[in-house]
């Protein structure tokens, strides 16, 4: 059986998204470091496979085949993306697999196979669903110490509480924090 993870570049007031066309382009390169990058990638492991929502895909299809040859882009290249599309047929970059029309139950698919472990990156959208149902088993905060105030959060406003348990923390010199969870369930009250 697979574990799911999600990993999550955000701000501290919960701003996941970046790059060209966002409120703040790039807000993440004033605070990466080569400790940071050997973080992300032990948090990753060695090999793992993708979990994408159609417009990360897209996203990504335009810029990792093109990366330099390191080890993230190789290890993003090489690994099987899993996306949730309603259009399977132009999925192009691969190693890929599209999740089906019943994306909840095409990931509870994927869970029950042999393979390393799926990190789930981009989708606020699926993130929400898969820890909705469970489906989450660990939850990897990328933290930056940075308020950005406007931008797409990582939960939408119609997500459901949840707890988590704390695993580990790691911190670089420029400040960020990589929070590792283990998503518990539902949150009691």
């Known amino acids: 059986m697979r574990k799911i993870k999600i990993m999550e570049h955000i701000s501290l007031d919960g701003i996941i998204e ?3 066309g966002y409120a703040y382009d ?3 390169a004033a605070f990466r470091s080569p400790a940071g990058l050997e973080a992300v990638m032990e948090a990753h492991g060695n090999v793992f496979d993708l979990l994408l929502g159609r417009v990360t895909y897209d996203i990504w299809a335009g810029y990792w085949p093109h990366a330099a040859n390191i080890p993230i882009a190789n290890g993003i290249n090489t690994a099987t993306k899993y996306v949730a599309t309603h259009r399977p047929e132009s999925l192009e970059w691969g190693p890929v697999e599209d999740l089906g029309t019943d994306i909840v139950e ?3 698919r994927l869970k029950d196979t042999d ?3 799926v990190i789930l990156w ?4 699926l993130t929400t ?4 149902q469970g489906l989450i088993d660990e939850v990897v905060l990328i933290t930056y110490p940075v308020l950005l105030g406007k931008g797409k959060r990582i939960f939408s406003e119609s ?3 949840r707890e988590l348990a704390f ?3 790691k911190v670089t010199s420029t400040g960020v924090l990589i929070n590792t969870f283990r998503h518990v369930g539902a949150l009691k009250i």
């Open 106 to 108: 095409g990931v509870r």
């Open 18 to 20: 970046q790059g060209e």
């Open 26 to 28: 790039n807000w993440t």
């Open 129 to 132: 669903i898969l820890l909705d």
């Open 122 to 125: 981009g989708s606020s959208t």
């Open 115 to 117: 393979g390393p472990d």
């Open 167 to 169: 695993v580990n923390t």
């Open 159 to 161: 997500f459901n509480a």
